[in-house]
């Protein structure tokens, strides 16, 4: 038997021991998430376990957050509807939907593109609005978001040796430049960010409206410019659409600056992250992709 077949296995048989209510034929497990362990029931059901004590915490801030995003959001959320009695599991019926990659993007009408960004902007403007308690983990702990110092030491204490096996020394010299200005610390307003909002966790129908968004593990107080940078990779019309539609943005004028500098932080890891990579993005089509973003911010 194999270590993925040993956690089938193993994780088939907490769920039955937490939800005996809950009947199902088939299970898969989702083998890409780092913080949890995810197990597909007959394609309806989502269970998430958290891989380790560390992530319980926060596993319970995040069912806080979508009890009480549920009740407002005018997009459809995780609601969990089975949650273990020791909070080491919980289960939600599947969001169905299409990831909003640019090819998905790309094939909507101009119409149907139009209202689902808006529709996003009209969310980020809700769940932003939330207060910190929304977070707060059981030991009194609010997660916050990282700063560019501590994305910065990422970058030189890890991903920099990976990615110098494939930038030419010139462009590994602009990728240190950036990471040295992210580090200045640029003011922003506080907000209950996402934090992981990119086009594996924002689902569409096949006509093109939104179905829901996913996954909320990475939420935390902070920048809210996080929230706003994957839309680069879909044009810089679609940032100033989300914007226009967000309630916050007059109160923050380098939100929009700030989410191009995440943006960039995203991009350049996705060379660190290889063949692991969530855009999917080979080595030569990122740094192709980087050069007019880099320029446009100094570098």
Same mark, same amino acid.
């Given at each position: 038997?194999?270590?993925?077949?040993? =956690?089938?296995?193993?994780?088939?048989? @907490? $769920?039955?021991?937490?939800?005996?209510? #809950?009947?199902?034929?088939? *299970? !898969?497990? +989702?083998?890409?998430?780092?913080?949890?362990?995810?197990?597909? =029931?007959?394609?309806?059901?989502?269970? @998430? $376990?958290?891989?380790?004590?560390?992530? #319980?915490?926060?596993?319970? *801030? !995040?069912? +806080?957050?979508?009890?009480?995003?549920?009740?407002?959001?005018?997009?459809?959320?995780?609601?969990?509807?089975? $949650?273990?009695?020791?909070?080491?599991?919980?289960?939600?019926?599947?969001? !169905?939907?299409?990831?909003?990659?640019?090819?998905?993007?790309?094939?909507?009408?101009?119409v149907a593109?139009?209202?689902?960004?808006?529709?996003?902007?009209?969310?980020?403007?809700?769940?932003?609005?939330?207060?910190?308690?929304?977070?707060?983990?059981?030991?009194?702990?609010?997660?916050?978001?990282?700063?560019?110092?501590?994305?910065?030491?990422?970058?030189?204490?890890?991903?920099?040796?990976?990615?110098?096996?494939?930038?030419?020394?010139?462009?590994?010299?602009?990728?240190?430049?950036?990471?040295?200005?992210?580090?200045?610390?640029?003011p922003f307003v506080a907000?209950?960010?996402?934090?992981?909002?990119?086009?594996?966790?924002?689902?569409?129908?096949?006509?093109?409206?939104?179905?829901?968004?996913?996954?909320?593990?990475?939420?935390?107080?902070?920048?809210?410019?996080?929230?706003?940078?994957?839309?680069?990779?879909?044009?810089?019309?679609?940032?100033?659409?989300?914007?226009?539609?967000?309630?916050?943005?007059?109160?923050?004028?380098?939100?929009?600056?700030?989410?191009?500098?995440?943006?960039?932080?995203?991009?350049?890891?996705?060379?660190?992250?290889?063949?692991?990579?969530?855009?999917?993005?080979?080595?030569?089509?990122?740094?192709?992709?980087?050069?007019?973003?880099?320029?446009?911010?100094?570098?």
């Amino acid at each position: 038997m194999t270590s993925d077949e040993t =956690l089938l296995k193993d994780l088939v048989s @907490r $769920v039955h021991d937490a939800f005996p209510e #809950l009947a199902f034929v088939k *299970a !898969e497990v +989702n083998v890409y998430g780092e913080d949890h362990h995810v197990l597909v =029931l007959d394609r309806e059901w989502i269970v @998430r $376990v958290p891989r380790d004590d560390a992530h #319980l915490g926060r596993f319970a *801030a !995040e069912l +806080n957050l979508l009890r009480v995003l549920g009740r407002v959001s005018p997009v459809r959320v995780p609601q969990y509807a089975h $949650v273990a009695p020791d909070g080491s599991m919980g289960a939600y019926r599947m969001v !169905e939907g299409a990831e909003l990659t640019p090819p998905v993007f790309a094939l909507l009408g101009d119409v149907a593109r139009r209202a689902l960004l808006i529709e996003i902007g009209g969310f980020l403007g809700v769940l932003h609005a939330l207060p910190t308690e929304t977070i707060r983990q059981q030991d009194g702990l609010v997660q916050r978001s990282w700063s560019g110092e501590q994305f910065a030491a990422l970058y030189r204490g890890m991903r920099r040796a990976r990615i110098a096996r494939v930038a030419p020394p010139a462009t590994l010299a602009r990728f240190d430049a950036f990471h040295a200005a992210l580090e200045v610390e640029r003011p922003f307003v506080a907000r209950l960010a996402h934090g992981d909002l990119s086009d594996d966790h924002i689902l569409v129908r096949e006509d093109g409206t939104l179905a829901g968004i996913i996954d909320f593990t990475d939420a935390a107080w902070g920048d809210p410019a996080v929230d706003f940078a994957y839309f680069w990779r879909l044009g810089e019309d679609c940032v100033d659409l989300v914007l226009g539609h967000y309630r916050f943005a007059e109160e923050d004028p380098g939100l929009k600056q700030r989410s191009h500098w995440n943006f960039v932080r995203y991009l350049i890891n996705q060379i660190a992250y290889g063949d692991k990579a969530k855009w999917n993005l080979p080595p030569e089509r990122a740094l192709a992709e980087l050069d007019g973003h880099l320029k446009r911010l100094g570098f």
